[in-house]
């Protein structure tokens, strides 16, 4: 096992673990995460083992809010020692108020953040991310009031998430012409089976400075190690929610993967988590987790494995850069 490591993100001040800890869990049904106990115990357990990015949103948990309420509860004593990131404005997600308005704009985002420092009670968010763009709203506004956070210190540096390349590109070029701190992370769907980050969005987070914090890096744990063509474990969230993701997983490259994997004396996980670290711009692999076990597990296999060129080019083989469509999360 394997220390952890840390990276800076994007252009940032924010030095952040090389894996951090999603906290949609948090508060999700079914899961040993729903409740308070269960949600102190994975947090806690991450801090332990050297995890310092907690990446949540206003929209995780059962209801709105649910998921932070449940973060902020668990911090209480150990909020210094976290880069703590979430997220506002997700577009297929009712506002808890209707006539906050459309929610790239100023008046829903001085709303929203109120609600975030509440139920994570903190004075500050170290990540404010613009969930996904939001059409009604000239990104020059958006920029504006998420300026004014910085200023009044409510938030240290902002990001987005599910943003295409084009509007990465055109958000950065805007901020710098309009004198205001620019995106410094994009948080995007991407794996080994969903790499169509690779053809524009990798290039141009790279050219801009902005780090990249993928979502489904383990495609919701099918890169565990832990499925086979023939299922997996029946308490995980795939079993559970998602067995079409097994039942149509490429199996002859997961299995020639696996044989890849045990041929440099290796497990899944780390082999994935190394493929991940190595990608332009990637700065941590956030991972969900309902299990201290699981935390553990994940924060073990940072930097582990680092993989040579000649592994990138059997792995690329198997899983073709550019592949897969995109989801928002």
Not at 90 to 107: F, I, L, Q
Not at 163 to 181: C, K, M, S, T
Not at 183 to 202: H, I, K
Not at 303 to 314: F, I
Request: net charge negative; glycine share 10%; aromatic share 8%.
């Amino acid at each position: 096992m394997s220390e952890m490591t840390y990276r800076t993100l994007g252009r940032s001040g924010l030095r952040v673990s090389t894996v951090g800890l999603g906290c949609n869990n948090f508060g999700r049904p079914g899961t040993a995460t729903e409740t308070q106990e269960g949600t102190d115990r994975v947090l806690h357990a991450a801090i332990d083992a050297g995890i310092t990015l907690l990446d949540g949103a206003d929209i995780y948990g059962y209801a709105y809010g649910r998921s932070e309420t449940l973060m902020g509860h668990a911090l209480k004593g150990r909020r210094d020692e976290v880069v703590l990131a979430t997220k506002f404005g997700h577009a297929d997600y009712d506002s808890p108020v209707p006539h906050w308005g459309a929610k790239g704009s100023r008046r829903y985002i001085r709303l929203a953040v109120e609600g975030s420092l509440r139920r994570l009670q903190t004075d500050w968010i170290d990540l404010y991310q613009f969930h996904t763009p939001d059409p009604l709203t000239p990104i020059e506004e958006t920029l504006a009031a998420l300026h004014e956070l910085v200023d009044e210190g409510k938030i240290r540096y902002y990001g987005h998430s599910n943003f295409a390349a084009w509007q990465l590109v055109q958000a950065d070029l805007i901020a710098e012409r309009d004198g205001h701190p620019r995106f410094v992370s994009t948080q995007n769907e991407y794996s080994l089976l969903v790499r169509g980050a690779d053809a524009e969005l990798l290039p141009a987070a790279t050219a801009s400075g902005v780090g990249l914090l993928p979502y489904f890096p383990l495609h919701n744990g099918l890169f565990t190690g832990k499925f086979t063509r023939d299922g997996g474990p029946a308490d995980t969230r795939i079993m559970r929610q998602r067995p079409h993701l097994v039942e149509n997983a490429p199996w002859d490259a997961m299995d020639a993967y696996a044989a890849f994997c045990a041929d440099r004396g290796i497990g899944m996980l780390e082999a994935t988590i190394g493929w991940l670290l190595s990608r332009p711009s990637l700065t941590s692999v956030i991972a969900g987790a309902t299990t201290p076990e699981q935390v553990v597990q994940n924060a073990g296999a940072a930097d582990s494995w680092t993989p040579s060129p000649d592994d990138l080019a059997a792995i690329d083989a198997l899983f073709p850069p550019g592949s897969g469509g995109l989801t928002s999360y």
